[in-house]
């Protein structure tokens, strides 16, 4: 018993403690001093004209509390460094206005298991009820479609969002919502909700890892769903961006999930049990690669390969892939997963497309020639290297035995519902689909290719 009251004192000892407090409220609370403090309008700043697109019919109270919470909890993932265990204990204060709600039991552990899954840390949440009235919601503005909308997609400028929207219905019934958190350029099939309503300023940028920001755009699409009546949100990830990083984690580090079908389970509990609705996340190219759902959009009637080759993948935004006009990296893991997947569907890109063009160097340092900054040359390798063998690493479990695999099998067929045999087939067939497209791929790059050197266990060119 001594030794637990011990583990609890220690816990809460080094917990990281965020008050979120409303507008120049921070002074009134002396007890802050030694905690962390975002105040709403400084650290955490809406921005009106967007967060007018949500002021529609049906807004209330918890959808503004919930924007609140995501905030913070942004500021708090990003403010604290992740020690070399990997897990912090943060705890986290909130101001909302529907403190009945926020305060039901239900709520608060279907949170708290959803981010402790996601982020890998221990979360921890506080209620406070809000003084102030939500700013939006007075005006209850109806939501006008010329045809109603029967799924949702979280999209943007990427392959997988344009096919998958596509692949889900026609173009009049999606509801399509931007997820960015800076404002991008309008495009076709865009809808009411186009931008995240706030920015999170002030944590000084101490931790880049950010695994809760799968929490924050699945609860602004569940927003954006629960105000357009829409019970289905379409995650457009296909089978090597869903499962990949778990099936192949990165060493020394939490696994991602931040598309892993268990996390939807658990924010659906969550969003069932803050809103009294139930809304699903359906992932409905879990078990096909990117290939494979690029061929099945350009099955459709009236598409082309423009339709997928003017769209964006990179991860990179350094100054490396804005030189003339701005291009993708061509060698991050993003690009490296596009670059694969459209030669699967037979699709040629303009040569210009990428910083990093020719794959088919023999050395890499050939292939970065147009990046003269040794630092950012650096970097490309390291991001290169690091996707190129995540892929092969993918790869090479088509081969695995079933024992091997069951462990995955089993935690999707419970996130999905499926059988386990069935699970295990779909996951077999998936790797092996992916296996085939990625040695094509690097065939296709010749036996001297850097990549395929990077395969033997190489790194910059082949003699070292």
């Not at 990003?78 to 009945?100: E, F, G, K, Q, Y």
């Not at 943007?156 to 344009?162: H, P, Q």
Request: proline share 4%; net charge positive.
């Amino acid at each position: 018993m001594d030794r637990m009251k011990t583990e609890s004192h220690s816990e809460v000892h080094h917990e990281k403690h965020l008050f979120a407090v409303e507008k120049g409220r921070a002074a009134r609370h002396p007890e802050l001093d030694k905690a962390v403090v975002a105040e709403i309008g400084k650290h955490i700043q809406f921005v009106p004209d967007i967060l007018d697109t949500f002021d529609v019919k049906g807004f209330a109270a918890k959808h503004y509390d919930l924007m609140v919470l995501a905030a913070a909890i942004e500021f708090a993932d990003r403010r604290w460094r992740r020690p070399a265990s990997w897990l912090r204990n943060l705890h986290v204060t909130i101001p909302v206005i529907d403190h009945a709600c926020w305060s039901r039991p239900e709520v608060q552990s279907s949170l708290r298991s959803a981010m402790n899954f996601l982020t890998g840390d221990s979360w921890r949440f506080t209620f406070v009820k809000a003084a102030n009235a939500s700013p939006v919601g007075w005006r209850q503005v109806p939501l006008m479609f010329e045809q109603p909308k029967t799924f949702a997609i979280a999209y943007s400028n990427g392959l997988d969002s344009r096919a998958v929207s596509a692949l889900s219905g026609p173009a009049s019934e999606a509801l399509c919502i931007r997820v960015a958190s800076t404002k991008q350029r309008r495009m076709d099939g865009d809808s009411h909700f186009t931008q995240i309503p706030f920015r999170v300023k002030g944590f000084k940028g101490k931790e880049s890892s950010f695994r809760s920001r799968g929490f924050q755009f699945a609860a602004m699409a569940t927003i954006a769903s629960h105000l357009s009546n829409i019970s289905r949100i379409i995650v457009p990830e296909s089978g090597q961006g869903a499962l990949g990083p778990v099936l192949v984690p990165l060493y020394n580090i939490y696994t991602d999930y931040r598309n892993f079908p268990a996390f939807f389970r658990k924010m659906e509990r969550f969003t069932r049990a803050l809103l009294d609705c139930s809304i699903k996340f359906e992932q409905p190219r879990l078990w096909s690669t990117k290939g494979e759902t690029m061929k099945a959009f350009l099955g459709l009637p009236g598409r082309k390969h423009q339709h997928l080759i003017n769209t964006r993948s990179c991860w990179q935004t350094r100054r490396i892939v804005n030189a003339e006009h701005r291009r993708q990296c061509g060698l991050c893991a993003a690009c490296l997963l596009r670059r694969m997947s459209l030669h699967a569907a037979e699709i040629v890109e303009p040569s210009d497309t990428y910083v990093v063009s020719d794959l088919s160097a023999s050395e890499v340092d050939s292939a970065l020639a147009s990046i003269t900054d040794d630092a950012d040359r650096d970097i490309m390798v390291e991001y290169g290297s690091v996707g190129a063998r995540h892929l092969d690493h993918l790869a090479t479990m088509s081969a695995l035995a079933d024992a091997a695999l069951r462990p995955f099998a089993s935690q999707i067929a419970a996130a999905t519902g499926e059988a386990y045999e069935q699970t295990l087939r779909n996951l077999r067939i998936m790797l092996m689909t992916h296996a085939q497209e990625w040695r094509t791929f690097l065939s296709a790059q010749g036996e001297k290719s850097f990549l395929n050197s990077w395969m033997g266990g190489g790194r910059y060119d082949r003699s070292k």
